[in-house]
């Protein structure tokens, strides 16, 4: 392979969440994306069922989700709880936003492997998205609202379909965000 350890180590580890508030207006070309969701397509997947289905959204279609991000928020949250400063993030992140996409997953419909394990394999497949955006320098973040969720009529999803989630993409030019995690010591139990 073409990586050493050392580079593949410092990938993953240096990988974070980049969020749209601090993208700039710079534009990521389209065989970049192309790039970006080829390598989403190379994820592990049992019984080979490739449950992703991603839906881009670029340039003036970024509108169109802002507004649906926006009317179901305001629709979706009852008056006492409604904040002009969410709902204004809301409808800004798509248009800070160089690109958004809309994470799907086709559940195989044979059922032949788990629920679980198609979430996982689309998980996976946006893990390979997120560390090819770390290559190019653009920063990327999954975020998962009640809006995704409920997007079925708004991203016109097939049967046996649902969304997941909306990564947001953007070159950035701030400082390289320095992540922490607790010991993996903690986390193991060698039996």
Known sequence: M???PKQINTLIRERRSIYPNMYSTRPIEKEIISEILENAN???THRKTEPWRF????????????DYLGQFYQKN???EKFSEIKYKKTIQKP???ACIIAICMQ???KESVPLEEEIAAVAMAVQNMWLTCSVYGIGSYWSSPKAAYQATTFLQLNEGERCLGFFYMGYYDGEKVIGKRE??????EWM
Not at 55 to 66: A, G, I, P, T, W
Not at 183 to 188: G, L
């Open 2 to 4: 073409g990586m050493t």
């Open 42 to 44: 190379w994820a592990p």
């Open 55 to 66: 839906k881009v959204f670029m340039n003036d279609s970024r509108q169109k989700l802002s």
């Open 77 to 79: 949250t009852p008056q």
């Open 95 to 97: 248009l800070q936003s």
């Open 107 to 109: 559940r195989d419909p």
């Open 183 to 188: 010991s993996i010591t903690k986390k193991i």
